[in-house]
């Protein structure tokens, strides 16, 4: 009896936690987990950005909020999702990062995708945080506007890639400037430092993005997600 209850126990647990599984189980689920990881956005901004049909994306995002990875907000006619906490984004950040460790395809994907990456030299936390204690580094946020201000590292200031060329004249040319975006797998600050390095400016990127942060504990101001 009791080997037959342990059984049954051990049966629905993992049943419980496949609910996790399966629902990342979609290469198009955990594209808007990472885009979920910046800020809430409704349905319409999350298939615009992905993609998708509006109808797809929302069945796509049923499947996670039954999975309780996701929460809706309802405004007026239109749905806002969120990640439903930071675990989710770490659950994410742990597929990644295993994904980086064990598919050569994915690093071959990743390094044939961003060519400049092998020839530059890209700045950590912890030379980050150091740096900017010291005062020796400008911080630039290369994401749009609302999502600096959801939530971004400290000390940043913002200014989108698609508006550098145009705004390049408020940053210094006597400090090094490093970029930072979405995450590793964003071009913003790529696209940012290969403008800045074309316009004179010393610049780096950051190695990881905003959520990779937030979810290490260090300082970050702004809203929330």
């Known amino acids: 009896?009791?080997?037959?209850?342990?059984?049954?126990?051990?049966?629905?647990?993992?049943?419980?936690?496949?609910?996790?599984?399966?629902?990342?189980?979609?290469?198009?689920?955990?594209?808007?987990?990472?885009?979920?990881?910046?800020?809430?956005?409704?349905v319409e901004e999350l298939a615009r950005l992905a993609a998708m049909s509006v109808a797809n994306t929302s069945r796509h995002l049923q499947a996670l909020r039954s999975a309780r990875l996701v929460t809706v907000r309802r405004a007026g006619l239109h749905a806002h999702y969120r990640l439903a906490d930071g675990g989710v984004f770490e659950l994410w950040q742990a597929v990644r990062d295993l994904g980086e460790r064990r598919l050569a395809s994915m690093r071959e994907l990743v390094s044939s995708h961003f060519e400049d990456r092998a020839s530059r030299d890209a700045v950590g936390f912890t030379e980050l945080l150091n740096r900017l204690a010291a005062g020796a580094v400008v911080l630039v946020d290369a994401r749009p506007e609302e999502e600096f201000l959801a939530g971004h590292i400290a000390g940043a200031i913002n200014v989108p890639m698609d508006e550098l060329e145009a705004r390049i004249h408020v940053l210094p040319m006597d400090q090094e400037v490093v970029a930072y975006s979405r995450g590793p797998y964003c071009a913003f600050a790529d696209r940012t430092v290969t403008i800045l390095l074309a316009h004179g400016y010393r610049a780096r990127r950051c190695a990881l993005g905003f959520p990779d942060w937030r979810a290490a504990g260090l300082p970050v101001a702004g809203g929330s997600v």
């Open 1 to 42: 009896m009791i080997k037959a209850e342990s059984r049954q126990f051990s049966t629905q647990l993992y049943d419980q936690l496949a609910r996790l599984t399966k629902a990342l189980a979609s290469p198009r689920r955990l594209e808007l987990v990472d885009l979920l990881a910046q800020r809430e956005r409704t």
